[in-house]
């Protein structure tokens, strides 16, 4: 979105910094400007420029409070109207491309009062333009309306100089439709922010810090100029108001635009499109929002998507997130969320990331609820399919799907990787665990790899875990084998529980003995997937330098999932009581332990791999032997290898399914349309990985002399 200039052009060098109101007398404020010294270059108009001004028939309330840089061409403005103090840096005779739109570098046919106008700007038809610090480069052409108003809040949720009432705050109330988790919206607040301030309600003493911490970035003083970046275009655009927008961002078209910033750079280019009404938000980096979109207090984090008629009221969306052409409200979302289609909603839920809701689904919707003020909550990996409607309150685990239909009750399913779906026939609610590794492997380990590619976020504060095979969702398969191994299965290897559903129907899980089965192969695959990356990354040469690298923490066995991150339970409490002690003083310093727990991540993962994978098996540390090690190597091999086996097969049914084939004449048509199965890129990935590994644990078991010892 580079502007491509037909000449060369000065620099002036000059930066404009915070503007405020200056208090005058009792109500009564007047906007000026602070500086740095460089901007002290400006000078008054001369008579001659003055002279052309008026022939170009300019008109200002006083010349003498229009500054302008040593550069200036004054031939270049042309019909406008000047009220309060105007700065207005080069300009110079050429013109300004952006895409296939090109416009003469000037001002022409605008009315501007109190605005700093920075080297070679490109303004043309603003109806009224007041206020404002623009920077170099800017390109503003048929907007009805630009203005900061005397108590702009840029959408942060702060108050101002005499507002004393707690009600003009603006807040955005996630989770729940009655406000009870509401969050104080900041500039750079990110999912773990939103997460931690919207969970620990119980604790009142860690909210007044959040809300301390959150007003001590701000200043209450009134007056703060709107601004708009380097190198942004503005055009074709209705009003835009108490808006802050970043470098190098791109509004066209847009109805309505206050309250708001967004934040843009070179890097990181913000996009906002036509027919969207955009109040009281905050904006990522590298945002694309456009086609009617509809949002009312909201954040939208770095690089996620609004577009084709979204609505997004209430709500935070998570890093490389999509929501398009439907509802979501009152809404917590981690990253990496997907909702595509115009029939589907989403209330008054917690979604935990790399999540995916289908078309007519209708999570949480009040309408089947007693109250507005039920949750549901969904660990990463929801998969609600077609036309799923749940309840509140609903909680369910780690990749959860849900097969098509109407569920009138409440549901609590703790078993992660599960498909739920109703038996109609038998009235029964049926679960089946690790459905995903026995039916669905393509899909799961193609998302592991899709919302890696997907990060698109430059600056990785909270380190995203995206494998499927984490502390999260571990410790959820630990917790179900124990429950699991417990029930008593029939001949059919299933079994009827109560507890899940808050109905009285039946609740029958199915492929008991096969899901332990393989949930005992995951932890063990887990655990061997963690040694693999040691022995790379650390240069471990031995079996014995192995086992001295590997620790047991106890406080490892419980973890959170915060925005996205994952992080030890008791490193979380730690935070809490550093945030209540002010040992920890400010956002930058919790955005900093984010940080250093994403450096501790890689080991204090492996540790929880190896202290879990013991407790599983029953395991000692002296019961650890080479020969014990050369055996999991051995038996991860051949979970991989079935595990490989699977992503083909669940994907070959689509290529023999009669029905899939049917609307094709031939063999050849329909490789010609859908692509050959032989050479699907991720499969062979999938492949030539398995070989590798097989390669590496087989050279490893030679090296160490594992079996023989």
Request: with cysteine.
């Amino acid at each position: 979105m580079n502007i491509i200039k037909k000449s060369a052009i000065g620099n002036l060098g000059f930066n404009f910094i915070e503007a405020q109101y200056i208090p005058k007398g009792k109500n009564e404020y007047h906007l000026r400007n602070k500086q740095n010294p460089e901007a002290l270059k400006y000078k008054p108009l001369s008579d001659q420029q003055i002279d052309i001004l008026i022939k170009n028939e300019n008109t200002a309330d006083d010349w003498k409070n229009i500054l302008v840089s040593n550069k200036f061409n004054p031939k270049l403005v042309k019909k406008n109207k000047f009220y309060g103090l105007i700065r207005i840096g080069n300009l110079t005779p050429v013109y300004h491309e952006f895409h296939d739109f090109k416009i003469p570098e000037g001002i022409s046919n605008c009315t501007i009062i109190s605005c700093d106008l920075g080297n070679h700007v490109c303004l043309e038809n603003v109806n009224y333009l007041s206020h404002y610090i623009i920077a170099d480069d800017v390109i503003i052409t048929n907007v009805n309306e630009i203005a900061t108003t005397n108590k702009s809040r840029f959408g942060n949720g702060i108050l101002k100089d005499g507002e004393n009432d707690e009600k003009q705050r603006m807040i955005i109330e996630v989770c729940n439709e009655n406000g009870g988790r509401y969050i104080i919206p900041f500039d750079g607040m990110l999912a773990g922010d939103a997460y931690m301030w919207s969970k620990f309600r119980d604790d009142k003493v860690l909210l007044d810090k959040f809300k301390a911490l959150t007003e001590k970035i701000f200043d209450k003083q009134r007056g703060y100029y709107g601004k708009i970046g380097k190198r942004t275009v503005i055009k074709n655009c209705g009003i835009i108001k108490d808006t802050n927008i970043g470098e190098d961002a791109y509004l066209k078209g847009a109805n309505k635009l206050k309250n708001l910033t967004i934040n843009s750079d070179a890097e990181r280019k913000s996009q906002i499109g036509e027919g969207c009404e955009l109040v009281n938000g905050i904006i990522g980096y590298g945002c694309r929002i456009f086609y009617g979109v509809k949002a009312v207090r909201f954040i939208t984090a770095a690089h996620s998507q609004l577009k084709y008629g979204a609505r997004l009221i209430n709500s935070y969306l998570g890093n490389n997130s999509t929501i398009s052409c439907c509802e979501v409200l009152n809404s917590l979302i981690f990253p990496s969320h997907e909702q595509h289609h115009n029939n589907s909603f989403l209330c008054a839920s917690l979604i935990m990331g790399q999540s995916n809701i289908a078309a007519g689904a209708t999570i949480g919707s009040n309408h089947n609820s007693r109250a507005a003020d039920g949750e549901m909550i969904a660990g990463r990996g929801f998969w609600p399919g077609l036309c799923v409607s749940l309840k509140h309150n609903s909680k369910f685990a780690s990749y959860t799907m849900i097969a098509k239909g109407d569920y009138p009750s409440e549901l609590n399913i703790p078993i992660p990787f599960s498909l739920v779906s109703n038996d109609t026939s038998k009235d029964e609610l049926v679960i089946m665990p690790a459905y995903w590794f026995m039916y669905n492997m393509y899909a799961l380990a193609r998302n592991a790899s899709k919302y890696q590619n997907r990060d698109k976020r430059v600056y990785k504060i909270q380190n995203i875990d995206f494998d499927y095979l984490a502390p999260d969702t571990i410790n959820e398969i630990s917790s179900s084998i124990e429950f699991l191994e417990n029930l008593k299965v029939n001949d059919k290897d299933e079994c009827y529980i109560s507890g899940w559903e808050h109905s009285k129907r039946k609740i029958k899980i199915i492929k008991v003995k096969k899901a332990i089965t393989i949930f005992k192969e995951i932890i063990q695959l887990y655990f061997c997937n963690e040694i693999l990356k040691l022995i790379s990354s650390d240069k471990i040469d031995s079996f014995d330098h192995l086992k001295k690298s590997l620790k047991i923490d106890e406080k490892l066995n419980k973890w959170m999932n915060i925005g996205g991150q994952l992080i030890p339970s008791s490193e979380i409490e730690s935070l809490k009581q550093k945030i209540k002690s002010s040992k920890i003083k400010s956002w930058e310093d919790i955005h900093r332990f984010y940080q250093q727990q994403s450096e501790k991540y890689s080991k204090n993962k492996r540790n929880h791999a190896y202290s879990l994978f013991l407790k599983t098996n029953g395991i000692s540390l002296k019961q650890f032997t080479p020969e014990l090690l050369s055996s999991m190597l051995k038996q991860m091999l051949v979970t991989k290898q079935w595990m490989t086996e699977k992503i083909y097969d669940s994907r070959e049914k689509d290529y023999s399914n009669p029905f899939r084939e049917m609307v094709y004449n031939n063999k050849k048509e329909m490789e010609s349309v859908v692509g050959k199965l032989e050479d699907n890129s991720f499969i062979k990935e999938q492949k030539e990985a398995f070989e590798k590994t097989k390669k590496e644990v087989n050279l490893l078991i030679k090296k160490w002399k594992l079996s023989e010892k």
